[in-house]
Nanobody, 112 residues
Framework: QVQYAESGGGLVQPGGSLRLSCVASGIIFRIYAMYWYRQAPGKQRELVANITSGISTNYLDSVKGRFTISRDNAKNTVYLQMNSLKPEDTAVYYC??????WGQGTQVTVSS
């Protein structure tokens, strides 16, 4: 059974930082590309960043230069380091390897 457990969200002021973590189980983690998505209230889920098994990365234009995705295959974990956060980054953040199975997500709120 594929499962994802996201953590690390919270309330942060504009300009602050958070580091999200996602532990995956039920998959051979090291062979999969991993994706971070987010969904803001009233909006569709959007792809924020992805990292291949070969460590290539891609980012949503609005987060380039602020967010960094990384992975630790020994821990079955993918990370999202988020710096210079903006109110428009407020959303529930999810990770996935296949776009079909989803965890509970972790809430990120950027507000003063």
């Amino acid at each position: 059974q594929v499962q994802y457990a996201e953590s690390g969200g919270g309330l942060v002021q504009p300009g602050g930082s958070l580091r999200l973590s996602c532990v995956a189980s039920g998959i051979i983690f090291r062979i999969y590309a991993m994706y971070w998505y987010r969904q803001a209230p009233g909006k569709q889920r959007e792809l924020v960043a992805n990292i291949t098994s070969g460590i290539s990365t891609n980012y949503l234009d609005s987060v380039k230069g602020r967010f960094t995705i990384s992975r630790d295959n020994a821990k079955n974990t993918v990370y999202l380091q988020m710096n210079s956060l903006k109110p428009e980054d407020t959303a529930v953040y999810y990770c996935t390897a296949d776009g079909r199975n989803w965890g509970q997500g972790t809430q990120v709120t950027v507000s003063s």
